[in-house]
Each structure stands twice: as structure tokens, then as C-alpha cells.
């Protein structure tokens, strides 16, 4: 090192610095000249660079930097595969879980509006089209009501017929013709057992506001004495009428029952869980129909 720097310090002061023909020069100097050349060159280019990068915009730096890093992830050395890093994660938001829940529910929501005023709400539990639904007013088996399908084709308007009314103000009611297709449905024979605390929706429908829904939670778990599954809970949702009849979901779109409304010395609404909907129509439905088809929820 000490000679090379001796014979650049002898060929710039003794040759650079004063005029020379190159031809004079021998092949070592020759050499060693274009070292020197070279090396102020990368020298100066590397300044240039550094110089032009840090007047570049932001975005033109974040760029450049994001292709090196993918051109590191992606190159493994010494194969002639690329490895994929990339991967797409879902983590969709309770207001995405939410919105999702009603688009499902309410494929199986039913209403009742006699011409009298009197409303009724509930859901299909088959895919031939019976529905539950809480009872109106002087309501018997053999009455025909209209139910309306708020479902994702339009609002549709179909003729029912009462087929049979339970002594806890519960209706079973089945369409006089039967559907060309199958109806989405809810599957009675179904048991999702709440815990307290859960969140859960009241998926409800009227002519002035159409489907519309209302969040609480799980407030208690009623009927120890009942069986597992049976047993009623209570929640924190508004006992308003506007949602009696209601199905009540999870999260997920699983309804959990249907919701009753307003208990005696009870604060919230009152659910009756699919469980027991069923001890009270399941054999009627089981007689005529088979509930194995149609989406079911």
C-alpha cells in the first residue's frame, strides 16, 4: 500500500501536475492511472447520489425503499423458486359482523298487519313455509292472515293460514300455496344455550321502517327448574312492542329464539329459545313437512 501510494504521489506530482505525453509512460503508470481515475469516479457518482436522495420527495424515497425490501423477501439465494410472503388477513369489525347478521336474518322475517292495525312479527321455521309468529287479537286456527317477506328480492306479500296457537301467546301459521322453491328457514330442533353478558340483536321489520335492529346483551338466564336449552333468558333490549316477535341472533346470524317482550317485575325483554318453540309445533311440523330443506340459519 505504501508503494502504491508512492508512485500516485510521484504520477500526480510528477506527471499529472506538469504537462506529459502518455506515451511516455510506462505500463505500470499506465495501470495505475486508471485505478486513480476510477476510484475518484465512484468517489464522485457516490456523492452525486447520496445528494439527489436526500432532495428526492418523500415518496419517491418510500418507494425505492419498499421495492428493495420486497425484492429481499421475495429472492432466496441459491434456489431457483420465489417464496411468497404476502398473505391477506381478515379481521372484519363488530360493525361488519353486524351489518352481515342482518342481511342473513332478515331473509326469514315475517309480518302480520291485520286491517284492523294490529301487528305480528315472527320468522319461517320451515322451507314448505310455516312461520311462527306471536298472535293478534281474536286470532283461531283456520284464519288467514298475509304475511310479508322483507327478503333480499323485494318485500312480497304471501296468503297464510293459522294452524295451530299455543297457550303462551305463540302462532303457527303455513302458507296456503305452497312455494315453488324452498324458504330460507330456522331450525327449531336447533340449541344455541346464550351466556350472560352476550351480545345479542333483535332483527325486527315494520311498513315505516322496514328492517331494523337493536343491540344488547344477555342479562340473565331464567327457568333453573327448565330443561338445558329450554330455559328463557332475559335481555337488555327495550321491551317496545315495535320488536315482539322478533328473532333474536348472536353475532354470527344464529338466532337464539324468538323475543317475547316485557315480564312482570323484569326489566328488558324476555327471549324464548328455539328449544322450546319447538316442544310446542315440532311435532305438528315434523307430521307434515320436511324441515331438512331450504337454507336454514
Same mark, same amino acid.
Given at each position: 500500500?505504501?508503494?502504491?501510494?508512492?508512485?500516485?504521489?510521484?504520477?500526480?506530482?510528477?506527471? #499529472?501536475?506538469?504537462?506529459? *505525453?502518455?506515451?511516455?509512460?510506462?505500463?505500470?503508470? +499506465?495501470?495505475?492511472?486508471?485505478?486513480?481515475?476510477?476510484?475518484?469516479?465512484?468517489?464522485?457518482?457516490?456523492?452525486? /447520489? +447520496?445528494?439527489?436522495? *436526500?432532495?428526492?420527495?418523500?415518496?419517491?424515497?418510500? /418507494?425505492? *425503499?419498499? %421495492?428493495?425490501?420486497?425484492?429481499?423477501?421475495?429472492?432466496?439465494?441459491?434456489?431457483?423458486?420465489?417464496?411468497?410472503? +404476502?398473505?391477506?388477513?381478515?379481521? @372484519?369489525?363488530?360493525?361488519?359482523?353486524?351489518?352481515?347478521?342482518?342481511? $342473513?336474518?332478515?331473509?326469514?322475517? &315475517?309480518?302480520?298487519?291485520?286491517?284492523?292495525?294490529?301487528?305480528?312479527?315472527?320468522?319461517?321455521?320451515?322451507?314448505?313455509?310455516?312461520?311462527?309468529?306471536?298472535?293478534?287479537?281474536?286470532?283461531?286456527? !283456520?284464519?288467514?292472515?298475509?304475511?310479508?317477506?322483507?327478503? =333480499?328480492?323485494?318485500?312480497?306479500?304471501?296468503?297464510?293460514?293459522?294452524?295451530?296457537?299455543?297457550?303462551?301467546?305463540?302462532?303457527?301459521?303455513?302458507?296456503?300455496?305452497?312455494?315453488? /322453491? @324452498?324458504?330460507?328457514?330456522?331450525?327449531?330442533?336447533?340449541?344455541?344455550?346464550?351466556?350472560?353478558?352476550?351480545?345479542?340483536? =333483535?332483527?325486527?321489520? =315494520?311498513?315505516?321502517?322496514?328492517?331494523?335492529?337493536?343491540?344488547?346483551?344477555?342479562?340473565?338466564?331464567?327457568? $333453573?327448574?327448565?330443561?338445558? !336449552?329450554? $330455559?328463557?333468558?332475559?335481555?337488555?333490549?327495550?321491551? *317496545?312492542? !315495535?320488536?315482539?316477535?322478533?328473532? #333474536?341472533?348472536?353475532?354470527?346470524?344464529? &338466532?337464539? !329464539?324468538?323475543?317475547?317482550?316485557?315480564?312482570?317485575?323484569?326489566?328488558?325483554? %324476555?327471549?324464548?329459545?328455539?328449544?322450546?318453540?319447538?316442544?310446542?309445533?315440532?311435532?305438528?311440523?315434523?307430521? =307434515?313437512?320436511?324441515?331438512?330443506?331450504?337454507?336454514?340459519?
Amino acid at each position: 500500500m505504501l508503494y502504491l501510494g508512492n508512485v500516485l504521489y510521484g504520477l500526480a506530482s510528477g506527471g #499529472i501536475m506538469r504537462p506529459m *505525453d502518455l506515451e511516455q509512460l510506462t505500463k505500470t503508470q +499506465i495501470v495505475l492511472l486508471t485505478l486513480f481515475v476510477s476510484f475518484v469516479t465512484s468517489i464522485a457518482t457516490g456523492i452525486v /447520489t +447520496i445528494t439527489l436522495m *436526500d432532495q428526492a420527495p418523500s415518496d419517491v424515497t418510500r /418507494t425505492i *425503499d419498499r %421495492v428493495i425490501e420486497k425484492t429481499v423477501e421475495r429472492v432466496v439465494p441459491g434456489e431457483t423458486k420465489v417464496v411468497e410472503r +404476502i398473505k391477506e388477513v381478515s379481521n @372484519p369489525t363488530a360493525s361488519d359482523l353486524a351489518i352481515n347478521t342482518v342481511e $342473513k336474518t332478515k331473509e326469514i322475517l &315475517v309480518y302480520v298487519k291485520t286491517g284492523d292495525g294490529s301487528e305480528s312479527r315472527g320468522f319461517m321455521v320451515s322451507a314448505q313455509g310455516d312461520a311462527v309468529i306471536m298472535q293478534i287479537p281474536d286470532m283461531k286456527e !283456520g284464519n288467514e292472515v298475509v304475511l310479508t317477506r322483507p327478503g =333480499s328480492t323485494g318485500t312480497s306479500t304471501l296468503l297464510a293460514i293459522v294452524k295451530k296457537l299455543s297457550n303462551n301467546n305463540l302462532a303457527l301459521v303455513s302458507l296456503k300455496d305452497s312455494p315453488k /322453491t @324452498p324458504l330460507p328457514h330456522v331450525n327449531l330442533a336447533q340449541a344455541t344455550i346464550p351466556a350472560v353478558g352476550q351480545q345479542v340483536l =333483535s332483527i325486527g321489520y =315494520s311498513r315505516a321502517l322496514g328492517v331494523n335492529v337493536e343491540f344488547g346483551n344477555v342479562t340473565a338466564l331464567l327457568d $333453573k327448574e327448565a330443561d338445558e !336449552g329450554q $330455559k328463557r333468558f332475559l335481555t337488555s333490549l327495550s321491551a *317496545d312492542s !315495535g320488536h315482539v316477535g322478533s328473532p #333474536i341472533v348472536d353475532v354470527t346470524a344464529r &338466532v337464539l !329464539g324468538i323475543e317475547f317482550g316485557a315480564t312482570e317485575g323484569m326489566k328488558g325483554s %324476555v327471549v324464548l329459545p328455539l328449544p322450546a318453540i319447538d316442544a310446542l309445533f315440532g311435532k305438528v311440523l315434523s307430521a =307434515s313437512i320436511d324441515t331438512s330443506q331450504g337454507v336454514t340459519h
